[in-house]
Each structure stands twice: as C-alpha cells, then as structure tokens.
C-alpha cells in the first residue's frame, strides 16, 4: 500500500461558467498548458491532435481514431500512439541546440542521445533515430538487453550510443564489439572497477574503448528523483575517484580513451535553478579535468528535462518552471561561459532527455462502463409503528437540515450513525431500519455538501465529504498498467473526455479502474488553481459511449506497468498523420495486447492443459447427467473463447 494521497479542499467551480464554450472545456482540463501546442479542441467539442502545430495545419480528431477502432473491432482499452508527435519533439530538441550552439558561436556540436529505457518500444526507438538521422541523433541504453536493442537499432556511425548503468564483462564486451562495427559506443563509468575490467577487456581484445566518466555532483534536484543527485548517489564517482580514474589512464597511456564528461542529476526536475546550478558545477569539473590533461570531447548534462503534466508550469514535481528553449540556452551559454573563463575548448554537448522526448506521444483511451454513486438510492424509509428511535430522530435530522446549521447536523448524524451500528450489532435494529438509516444519513450528507459548496467559510471536515462523496467514475484499464506512476509516486496526469467539449461537465467525480484493488484508482488531478481529488465529467446517458483519454503516458508508463490482475498490455494503434486523407490520419499498424492465455502463460500456466482439464470437468459432468452435451460442448467452446481473448472488459 502507498502512502495516502493528499486531501483538498479546493474545487472546479463549475458554477461559475454561465454559457460554456469549448474556450471554457480548455481552460478547464488546462489543454493548452499541458499540450504544449499538440492538442486542440475543434467546434464539435472533440480532442483533436495538431502534430505540425501550426494554425492551419491538420488536425486529428481523436474521436474519428476512436471510430475506425470501433470499426476495425479493436477492442479498448487502447493505447494510441501519435508518431507525429514523436517526431515533432526529437526535431525540436535537435533545433534548438543547432541553433542556440550557432546564436551563441559555440564551438562544440550537440549530439543528443534518446534514452531508450523510457520507451523501448521498437516501433518507437525507431521513429526516433529515424526522425534524429539528420542531426546524428543516438540511443542511450542503461542495461545489457537495452544495448543488445540500441546496437541494432543505432546504425548511425556517426552519432553516440552512450552505456549508463552498472555493467558486467559481457556488457562490456558488447560495447567494444559496437566499436568494431565502426560505432561511436562510449562506456560510462558509474564505479571506479569498471575502468579497470573494461581496460583489461580492451587489451585482451585488443579494441580501444570509448571511455565517458558519470560524475556525483553535488547539485541536487528537488522533486520526486532529487536521489539521483549528491553525494549518496547510486551513480557515479566521486571527484576523488574521478581523479584516480584520469592517473590510472595516464599510467597505463591510455588518456585518449577518455572522451566524455557525464551526470544526471534525476528526472523531472522542476525548477530550472537546479540545472543551471548543475551546469555551472559540471562545466567547472570538465574544465579542470581538462586543464589535468583529460581531453574530454564530450559534455554530457544527461536527462531530467520535465515535462508539465499538471499545465501549471511551476516549481511543482508534476511540473517545470522552464520551456526547452530556456533550457537548452542555459545549457549552452553557462558551458560557453564557464569554458572561455577556464580557457579551455568548447566540448560537444550530449543530452539524454527521454521524458520531454516521449511523454506526449502516446494516451491511453478508455470508455467509462458506468458510476458509484453514493446517495442516490430509492429506499422507501416512511415512517412505519413503532420503528426505532434512531430511525425516528435521522428523520427528524433530515428536516432540519438548513444552509445555517449543516455543521451540526452533520455532528449529529454523524453519531447517530455510528450509535446505529453498534444497535444494529446488539441486534437491536433490523436490516430493514438499518437501509433507512443508511439512505436518510447519506441524502442529509448530500445536503450538506451542497450547503457547504455556496458557503465561503465551510469547514475543511465538510469540503473534505464532497471529495469523498464523488461519483466514482468506473473506467475500463488497470492504473497499475496504464499509468503506474499515478499510483506509486503521485504524479498527477491530465485526464480529458475526448468528446463532448462543447457541453458543460456537471459531475465532480474519481476514477477508479477495474482491478480489485482499492488503490486502483485515480483521485489527484490538475487544475487552473492547482491539484483537486476530484474532476469534472459529463453525466453519463445510460447506454453512450463516454470515452476519456489519460495523456502524457508516452514515458515510463508503458514498461513499469505490470499485470496486476492478469489484465496485461494493451492494445496499442499507432497514428501518422496525412494531410491528403480526408481524416487527416491513417492508422498505420494495430498490435494486439495480451490475450488470457498470454498473461497465464507467463505465469507457468498451460492454455492448452487448462482447456483440457475444464472439457474433461465437463465431460464429467455430461456423463453424470448434470449437464446436456450439446450445453457441453457450447461451455467448452466458451472457456476457450475466453482464454483467446482481450483480458479487459467487453463493452
Ligand atoms: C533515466 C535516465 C535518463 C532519462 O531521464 P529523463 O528524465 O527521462 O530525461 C537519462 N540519463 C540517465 C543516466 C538516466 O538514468
């Protein structure tokens, strides 16, 4: 279990918006400020993607993808992919340091490199080294699998396969096989033995390694990775030991294997202090481990570019205070800066951002299968001979209830309630009286929230109700899968309908997915004002689809989401847009997510043992007359139907 999330007390006013527009489902859901400038609402009131972002460009209409799943039989829940937007964010990264190395005639070039552990979806890796082929744009790989992957996929010999992470002799050897193929494959070295393994593989092989040094800065981030940093780190080596590291290559003639200076200070870091303060602190290592006789070649900031998922553009750990432009000057001008004051040459700048590269590619579409309400039950609670006195006075409660007194009321029924448990445990109370009792306290509860929502002065206790009297909107995924991180470290991740925008929401509601887990649920979420446990939907129509989106789930989510309940990944669409297409998009490719029968495989199970021993259970029980063989064979037939398919919910 995670620690509780926190409570507000703060509240979408959706009262205040008289004549909703899609101007106001925007401003609502903070679609501009999250969207960087991919996403849009159209007239219709749909979620459009804007991938060139441009006025005029096309526009994708979520829904129209929605539709030809629906028309392909593609069941949800779907992860939709937009390559476009990948694309878009690789080219942005790479121009911006083109252009801000030439504004500031810096002398060095940048040669970024993705982190694939991010995303190491293939399909994915290889739009971005596709998209990055300009700019010489490289993988970054942090475990032997992942090197295994970005050997293949990194063709380019002229750009940078960077190896972070804790490695072993096979892993180092991999590497200066990557050299051998004509590859630019730099170790890192995270701990001072791996120098002298790697070095004594280099002479057994007799091929040069590529050597980067990951220094522990002192700079530290704040936010949810501020670890990454300082002198506790997992990574990397001390100054002292950096020291050590340059005499020992010296000694042994090797000082020109050394080419890379690197940190990674932690992910998402919030405020842009923190990086320059890292900058600066890096910048002036490099210079003197260069004034030391090290010729480094290349300067790495590694990743922890934020992204702003909750589109309030703070300090705030689901969010930064800086654009990619301001982080990439600052890069680029405290290096320029700190290296002419050293008098030393300007290195090449590496950069490993994966979260800012990713995080907007993809969503997670799901459809809400219905609602918890609570208060809402018709129970006939009249009046009937002598009832209990408890139930007499909740009724009484009921009809006092005013906009002046809800705080006592609420006292009172409060303790009345729990006065009616405890009867009801001596067996002083039917069933019947408690369900009265029941529906009678939560009405006055609803009451009373209602009281306190128009009531500027009302009580924490009370506000606190209404988050936990939300509708609880039943969707159709598993958070543990599709958004892991919502769970485990609280970040918040913006929720948007992808239909109806142009109709005022009236629901204030959570959501909670279909495990059977009660943290399976999502109850932080952005707003203008800041987080609120509850969002605002429209009022489901019994029997509409309602389909809602969870974005900015193209980094981490995807690989840390695991398979809580055997549900399993998800089918994925992958999206490319077409200007010439009257939809503007075409889906280019479908992957089908886990089946039953694949998530128990990979549990030591055995589909096929498993269909066996139910039809010889069957069987059994056909000969015994319990079961008519022709229901027989259709109850066989249905067990393997549902071990061949999508483990979510049908619609
Ligand atoms: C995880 C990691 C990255 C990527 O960080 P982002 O915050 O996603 O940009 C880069 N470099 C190293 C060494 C990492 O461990």
Redesign the pocket.
């Known amino acids: 279990m995670k620690t509780p999330q926190p409570q507000f007390t703060r509240f979408h006013n959706l009262d205040a918006i008289k004549e909703w527009t899609t101007q106001d489902a925007n401003d609502i859901y903070q679609i501009s400020r999250w969207g960087e400038g991919y996403f849009t609402v159209n007239d219709k009131g749909d979620l459009c993607i804007n991938p060139t972002r441009k006025e005029n460009g096309p526009l994708i209409n979520i829904m129209e993808v929605v539709e030809e799943m629906k028309d392909k039989k593609i069941p949800f829940p779907t992860v939709i992919r937009f390559h476009d937007i990948l694309r878009a964010q690789v080219t942005n990264l790479n121009k911006t340091f083109r252009e801000t190395v030439e504004e500031a005639r810096f002398t060095g070039t940048y040669y970024g490199v993705y982190?694939i552990?991010?995303n190491q979806m293939r399909e994915v890796v290889e739009e971005i080294v596709d998209a990055g082929a300009p700019y010489n744009y490289g993988l970054?790989a942090?475990s032997k699998p992942e090197l295994i992957a970005a050997l293949a996929m990194n063709t380019n010999q002229n750009s940078l396969t960077v190896v972070?992470?804790y490695k072993d002799r096979d892993l180092l050897r991999l590497a200066l096989l990557g050299i051998q193929l004509g590859r630019k494959v730099i170790v890192?070295i995270e701990k001072y033995t791996e120098l002298i393994d790697l070095m004594a593989l280099a002479q057994e092989t007799g091929v040069e390694p590529l050597i980067g040094l990951?220094a522990k800065i002192a700079t530290k981030s704040s936010g949810k990775?501020a670890s990454?940093g300082g002198d506790y780190a997992k990574?990397g080596l001390t100054i002292t030991e950096i020291l050590q590291a340059v005499k020992y290559l010296k000694s042994i003639d090797k000082t020109h294997c050394l080419k890379l200076f690197?940190f990674?200070i932690?992910?998402?870091?919030p405020d842009i202090k923190t990086i320059k303060d890292s900058i600066s602190e890096g910048a002036r290592i490099y210079a003197k481990l260069y004034k030391e006789g090290a010729k480094l070649e290349f300067f790495d900031v590694?990743?922890?570019?934020?992204v702003n998922y909750d589109g309030t553009r703070s300090n705030s750990p689901s969010s930064t205070n800086y654009t990619t432009k301001e982080y990439v000057a600052d890069v680029v001008y405290i290096l320029k800066q700190v290296c002419d004051l050293e008098d030393v040459p300007h290195p090449n700048i590496v950069s490993?951002?994966?979260?800012?590269?990713t995080a907007h590619h993809s969503c997670v579409v799901t459809n809400v299968f219905g609602a918890l309400e609570i208060g809402n039950e018709t129970y006939n609670v009249d009046k009937v001979v002598s009832e209990n006195i408890l139930v007499t006075n909740m009724r009484e409660l009921q009809t006092e209830l005013t906009e002046k007194n809800y705080q006592d009321v609420f006292n009172d029924a409060t303790k009345l309630k729990e006065e009616s448990v405890a009867a009801f445990k001596f067996g002083i109370l039917s069933l019947d009286e408690r369900a009265k009792l029941e529906t009678m306290y939560w009405k006055i509860c609803k009451g009373i929230v209602d009281h306190a929502s128009k009531d500027e002065y009302a009580p924490d206790e009370i506000l606190l109700l209404k988050n936990q009297m939300a509708s609880q909107y039943l969707c159709n995924f598993s958070i543990f899968q599709s958004a892991p991180d919502t769970w485990a470290i609280g970040q918040i991740l913006p929720i948007v309908p992808l239909h109806k925008l142009n109709e005022k929401p009236t629901e204030l509601c959570t959501l909670v997915d279909i495990t059977c887990d009660s943290d399976g649920k999502i109850d932080t979420f952005l707003s203008a004002d800041g987080p609120t446990n509850t969002m605002p939907l429209h009022k489901l129509n019994n029997g509409d689809d309602y389909y809602i989106g969870l974005f900015m789930t193209g980094?981490?989510q995807d690989i840390m989401g695991d398979n809580h309940n055997c549900f399993g990944r998800l089918n994925e669409v992958h999206v490319f847009c077409d200007d010439d297409d009257p939809t503007d998009f075409y889906i280019e490719e479908v992957i089908y997510g886990n089946k039953a029968s694949h998530v128990l495989a990979s549990l030591q199970y055995n589909p096929e043992t498993l269909a066996q021993t139910m039809k010889a259970n069957v069987d059994l029980q056909v000969k015994r007359g319990k079961i008519r063989p022709r229901e027989g064979v259709d109850l066989t037939d249905f067990y393997e139907a549902c071990l061949k398919s999508y483990t979510y919910l049908k619609k």
């Open positions: 982190p552990k991010v970054e942090g972070n992470g890192v990951r990775w990454s990574f690197h990674h932690g992910s998402q870091i590694g990743g922890g570019v934020g490993e951002s994966g979260r800012a590269i980094a981490y």
